[in-house]
């Protein structure tokens, strides 16, 4: 199946984003693996999409406090790595591991079912990761207007029951208890300078 790294407008294809990206994957610690438990091709195709709709909010992002840029600009990249890891790694032979890549020698061409699998989990890990920490950057800009799904959806494709509880009458932010503390004068200056 062929897919471009787009709306992010990525020049890559898939499999050049996972070699764009696999020294992170093996930077992950097998202790932090994740391993996939949604429909993969939504979330990529989410995680692409939300990639493009989050340029609006650079500029924004970028002024957060100790907030991590590398994340938001890297997501497209991430998703269409995942893209690769789960739809267009080669299968593994019946004789075991073989590398090298037709094209640039650089890619796993065929790899031994263990290897594949980890290899999944970790682009898979580095996606969600990713995807969660634009999350909580956007959640935190966009606090009151109450749109973070707007730019981000969750990456779980919605069945069953809550598919169908789209209606006003379900409120995805239920309303919080008022904080015990007031917030330190220099984080009301941060938030009010954005």
Request: aromatic content about 8%.
């Amino acid at each position: 199946m062929a897919i471009r790294c787009a709306p992010p407008n990525l020049p890559l294809s898939p499999a050049e984003a996972f070699a764009a990206v696999e020294t992170e994957l093996h930077s992950i610690p097998s202790r932090a693996l994740l391993h996939p438990s949604l429909d993969l091709r939504y979330a990529a195709r989410s995680a692409m999409d939300a990639a493009g709709r989050l340029e609006a909010l650079h500029p924004r992002l970028s002024r957060l406090p100790g907030f991590d840029m590398r994340p938001v600009l890297r997501l497209g990249l991430y998703a269409c790595a995942v893209w690769h890891a789960h739809f267009d790694l080669p299968a593994a032979p019946r004789d075991g591991l073989t590398l090298g890549h037709p094209a640039d020698g650089r890619l796993p061409h065929r790899l031994g079912a263990r290897s594949r699998e980890e290899l999944r989990a970790r682009a898979y890990t580095l996606l969600v990761d990713a995807y969660n920490h634009c999350r909580r950057g956007v959640t935190f800009l966009r606090w009151s207007q109450r749109d973070v799904e707007r730019f981000l959806p969750p990456l779980f494709a919605r069945r069953g029951r809550w598919a169908a509880d789209t209606g006003p009458a379900s409120d995805p932010w239920p309303a919080m208890a008022p904080p015990s503390r007031a917030l330190p004068p220099s984080m009301i200056d941060t938030i009010t300078a954005l």
